[in-house]
Nanobody, 122 residues
Framework: QVQLVESGGGLVQAGGSLRLSCAASGRTFSNYYMGWFRQAPGKEREFVSA????????DYADSVKGRFIISRDNAKNTVYLQMNSLKPEDTAVYYC???????????????WGRGTQVTVSS
């Protein structure tokens, strides 16, 4: 198992930016395919972005493409989500997920963080 702790959430005005971080511990971080998901009140958890083991291959939901950037630093055991041009509809709890399998948009990741709240005001 790998332990995941998200940080960087908060309250921001529409059009603003936030950078989320997810620190991993417990296993070799570079062995894990990483994903970001989010869940808004009353809605199902949805895929946001994912990144492969080396950081070369990334994927984004259409709703965030062009605004969010996922990256990872294997030396720091951390994955990041840079969120720009934020919209009120981005308001959600954001979760980091990890798995040794390349799950992509599938939310069947074996390891999850507790989440960090992002609130975008209009």
């Amino acid at each position: 198992q790998v332990q995941l702790v998200e940080s960087g959430g908060g309250l921001v005005q529409a059009g603003g930016s936030l950078r989320l971080s997810c620190a991993a511990s417990g296993r070799t971080f570079s062995n894990y395919y990483m994903g970001w998901f989010r869940q808004a009140p009353g809605k199902e958890r949805e895929f946001v972005s994912a990144i492969n083991w080396s950081g070369v291959v990334t994927d984004y939901a259409d709703s965030v493409k062009g605004r969010f950037i996922i990256s990872r630093d294997n030396a720091k055991n951390t994955v990041y989500l840079q969120m720009n041009s934020l919209k009120p509809e981005d308001t959600a709890v954001y979760y980091c997920a990890a798995d040794t399998r390349q799950l992509g948009r599938d939310n069947d990741y074996a390891n999850w963080g507790r989440g960090t709240q992002v609130t975008v005001s209009s």
